[in-house]
């Protein structure tokens, strides 16, 4: 098991945060930019995807997201 000190933590809380807004960006904004039908399954799990990255950020900071 990986043993991180407490800045190495907040780095990665920090990365998966910013991790999942690209994820929203890239499922989410990305259906309305494209010319093809509007898929909500895949805006629905870009959604859901983006609470699991902010979830585990927030639990890697030491805070409870719930």
């Given at each position: 098991?990986?043993?991180?000190?407490?800045r190495q933590r907040a780095a990665l809380s920090e990365t998966f945060r910013e991790f999942a807004n690209l994820?929203?960006?890239a499922l989410v904004?990305?259906?309305f930019v494209t010319d093809r039908p509007l898929s909500?399954?895949?805006?629905?799990?870009g959604l859901v995807i983006w609470a699991g990255f902010i979830a585990l950020g927030l639990l890697l900071e030491g805070e409870r997201p719930w």
């Open positions: 098991m990986i043993r991180l000190n407490r994820t929203a960006a904004v990305g259906q909500w399954l895949v805006i629905g799990m």
